[in-house]
Antibody, heavy 124, light 111 residues
């Protein structure tokens, strides 16, 4: 099971920080883990993914603003998105990546387990 | 505007067959990247139905099937049931954008 947590309201220009608690499975056991968001205006968007050793892949659209990290001691991974605007208002999902293929620059796969999602609103 | 194109809506009567197309280009589906399909019920997270073009995920009824050809992919649902009423999304990878890409979603209405 995956469960997102974090503030539901973030002010413009501030940082959006979310965590994903993973239960029933160790984040170190050979899967990538990722963040996807869904907004009415842009549908589903992959933000990025991380492996337990810290290897990350990011959507270039977010690359300058996003950091995904993993804490193996807590069995969780996190999302930080800086300088948010109203366009970052969305439901944010954490997920496990199944069927992953990764090389130096490419990560492909699909999400086979999802958290229930958490709505983050960017507003003053 | 989504990189992968899906019709906004499709409909069918119970027991019928519906096809949901997903149109891409030579930088995603046409480049050979796998296509995956998700079902999203209202208020819930997406759930994978089909992965790697045509593999049915564990527990998914065999009424659901997927295929890929050229720059397009399709999800077919046979023997439509009321519980199939949901939004369906395709997903792949695009090597020009260097990111996962999703279709805009298709709302299936069971008449």
């Amino acid at each position: 099971q995956l469960q997102e947590s974090g503030p539901g309201l973030v002010k413009p220009s501030e940082t959006l920080s979310l965590s994903c608690d993973v239960s029933g499975y160790s984040v170190t056991k050979g899967y990538y883990w990722g963040w996807i968001r869904q907004s009415p205006g842009k549908g589903l968007e992959w933000i990025g993914s991380i492996y337990h050793n810290g290897i990350t892949f990011y959507n270039p659209s977010f690359k300058s603003r996003v950091t995904i990290s993993v804490d193996t001691s807590k069995n969780q991974f996190s999302l930080n998105l800086i300088s948010v605007t109203a366009a970052d208002t969305a439901v944010y999902y954490c997920a496990r990546v199944g069927g992953a293929y990764a090389d130096r620059t490419v990560l492909t796969g699909y999400c086979d387990y999802w958290g229930p999602g958490t709505l983050v609103t960017v507003s003053s | 505007q989504s990189v992968l194109t899906q019709p906004p809506s499709v409909s069918g009567a119970p027991g019928q067959r519906v096809l949901i197309p997903c149109s891409g280009s030579r930088t995603n589906i046409g480049a050979g990247y796998e296509v995956h399909w998700y079902q999203q019920l209202p208020g819930a997270a997406p759930k994978v139905l089909i992965y790697a073009n045509d593999d049915r995920y564990s527990g998914v009824p065999d009424r659901f099937s997927g295929s890929r050809s050229g720059t397009s992919a399709s999800l077919v649902i046979t023997g439509l049931q009321g519980e199939d009423e949901a939004e369906y999304y395709c997903q792949s990878y695009d090597n020009s954008l260097s990111t996962w890409v999703f279709g805009g979603g298709t709302k299936l209405t069971v008449l």
